[in-house]
């Protein structure tokens, strides 16, 4: 993951675990369930997001990082297998 890009999903993921610690101080405080949950939404959705950051930079990086002759049926399936994986979750 380059520069930048990796800057970024590590900017999230710590503004992520802000959110899951909000929700940890939520959860004893006593706050409402559907207020709580409504955080863990938001944070979910929050670490979805940073995944797709992820995988859009690994498919560039296959993409565009393997030369002529590395681009193969391989470099294809490999990465067809981490979307699969991600499209799971």
Do not use: P, W
Request: glycine share 6%; hydrophobic share 40%; charged share 30%.
């Amino acid at each position: 993951m380059a520069g930048a890009s990796k800057q970024d999903v590590i900017n999230r993921l710590k503004r992520i675990e802000g959110q899951v610690k909000g929700v940890q101080r939520m959860i004893d405080d006593g706050k409402e369930c559907c207020d709580i949950l409504d955080q863990v939404a938001a944070a979910r959705t929050a670490l979805y997001n940073a995944g797709i950051l992820i995988l859009e930079s690994h498919a560039r990086e296959c993409i565009f990082g393997a030369s002529e002759s590395e681009a193969t049926e391989e470099t294809v399936e490999a990465l067809v297998k981490v979307i699969r994986k991600f499209a799971r979750s």
